[in-house]
């Protein structure tokens, strides 16, 4: 635990590139915010002191992050002056109390908890100030950082101020960088705005400490890991990266995928080992699936518990608040939301099952609808164990079928059935 740490996420910029209503960090990849992705690797980096600079009119920003990191500390930039003056509202809770800074940009999600880590402990070695860059020979519009003989950090300069030359350059600035707190303060104290956008940048800092003899050091990871979302197609990017990233996880985990790149996981999606899951499946948040299930093809999975040994699809639809027991069948076309199902109970064909609990090994029939909703309320349905509901019919909720109940197809069933009945409502045949 790095307890002498501060992390300072700059989350005040206004994100106008990306179009739509919701705050640029809060939107989502692989259904967790940009901030979120931040917040998680600076916690998984062990760092607990958190402050995020963020604009006053950030109530949703903040709300997210205290879901995330109850004890983070808000600090609000009144004016979006540039990045140094972000991390000048700072300061203040900072000076004195802790000994070493690293400043991140809460649209860089693709950030490991590792390299948090490298920036940290570079800063151990005598060394004041440490960047992290990355190398892009395309043209770009990062900031470039210039380096001495020894391939010592000297300057950055900004692309608006960049000279043609300097625009050549292939070392970019990641806006992540690590700072001595003492040292930090004296800098942030002497950046000015004298540039082409009169903005305060943080990047100034690295001039003015070698200027001052201050000793500075860059380290350099791959781009994909420091990509900025600035706009909808940035985000398309990180998303593929990100995707990626869990496939090769969940394949070194013992999870096989047929076709990972048909694949699409949450960033929380929890799967254990011998589970197999078909081309084109997609989890939603909050999902773990226990050993050796098999998830078919066209299935879509969210918020939901599943134990061993369970078959779900093709095409299903498992929503939030479903729980199955182990070797619980799902198949085709079939809808949960809010169950609970017991081991070895087969849902096969057609179906919605909502609010409700299904008893062992009970076997519900192709069409079988539980009728949980009113117009007003929602209602529960229970079905004990080794039962067996006929096709198409409906359980008008709150019903109670008890154990080793039959129920004749086409039933539309409205009242209680005790244990052990054969149950039909079904129309007398006229033929004439
Ligand atoms: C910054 C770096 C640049 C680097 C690039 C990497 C500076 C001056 N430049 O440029 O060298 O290559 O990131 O993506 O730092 N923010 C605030 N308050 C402000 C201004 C910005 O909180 O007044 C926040 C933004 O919300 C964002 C971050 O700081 O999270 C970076 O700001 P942005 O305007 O995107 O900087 P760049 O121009 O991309
Ligand atoms: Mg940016």
Redesign the pocket.
């Known amino acids: 635990m790095h307890i002498d740490t501060v992390a300072i996420?700059?989350?005040?910029?206004?994100?106008s590139r990306m179009s739509g209503n919701t705050p640029?960090?809060l939107q989502k990849l692989a259904g967790r915010s940009l901030i979120n992705h931040v917040i998680t690797a600076v916690k998984q980096a062990e760092i607990n002191n958190i402050i995020c600079?963020?604009?006053s009119d950030s109530q949703s920003l903040q709300d997210e992050v205290r879901k995330i990191h109850p004890g983070t500390v808000f600090v609000v930039?009144k004016?979006?002056?540039?990045?140094?003056?972000?991390v000048k509202a700072a300061l203040p809770a900072i000076q004195g109390v802790m000994q070493k800074a690293v400043v991140l940009?809460?649209?860089?999600p693709l950030l490991q908890p590792h390299t948090v880590n490298e920036v940290l402990s570079t800063l151990d070695r005598d060394t004041q100030l440490a960047i992290l860059g990355f190398a892009l020979d395309k043209p770009n519009?990062?900031?470039k950082i210039l380096c001495d003989e020894e391939s010592n950090p000297i300057k950055?300069c900004?692309?608006a101020d960049a000279s043609e030359e300097e625009k050549k350059i292939q070392a970019?600035?990641?806006?992540i960088m690590g700072f001595k707190v003492d040292v930090l303060s004296e800098l942030i104290n002497s950046i000015d705005n004298n540039n082409n956008k009169q903005?305060?940048?943080?990047?100034?800092a690295l001039h003015i400490a070698v200027e001052r003899s201050y000793k500075s050091r860059l380290l350099m990871v791959v781009r994909d890991e420091?990509l900025?979302v600035?706009t909808i197609e940035d985000l398309v990017v990180c998303e593929k990266i990100f995707q990626n990233r869990i496939r090769k996880k969940m394949l070194q985990n013992g999870v096989m995928l047929k076709a990972p790149e048909t694949v699409f996981f949450s960033a929380d999606t929890h799967i254990e080992q011998g589970v197999i899951i078909e081309p084109y499946v997609t989890f939603g948040n909050n999902v773990h699936i226990m050993d050796d299930c098999l998830i078919r093809s066209f299935s879509y999975i969210e918020g939901a518990q599943i134990g061993k040994g369970c078959v779900i699809g093709p095409y299903a639809r498992v929503r939030m608040g479903t729980e199955l027991e182990n070797n619980v069948h799902i198949g085709n076309f079939v809808e949960t939301k809010k169950v609970h199902i017991q081991s070895g109970a087969k849902v096969n064909h057609l179906t919605y099952l909502g609010d409700a609990q299904i008893g062992q090994n009970t076997n519900i029939g192709a069409g079988t609808i539980t009728c949980n909703y009113d117009g007003v309320k929602k209602s529960t349905t229970i079905i004990e164990k080794n039962s067996f509901i006929g096709s198409n019919t409906s359980l008008i909720a709150p019903v109670k079928i008890g154990e080793n109940v039959k129920i004749g197809a086409g039933s539309v069933v409205d009242k209680d059935v005790k244990d052990n009945t054969l149950v039909i409502v079904r129309p007398e045949r006229i033929d004439k």
């Open positions: 996420i700059l989350a005040a910029g206004k994100g640029k960090v600079v963020c604009s930039q004016k979006q002056l540039g990045t140094a003056d972000a940009y809460a649209d860089t519009n990062y900031g950055i900004e692309y970019c600035n990641s806006g903005e305060y940048y943080l990047t100034d420091v900025g600035n």
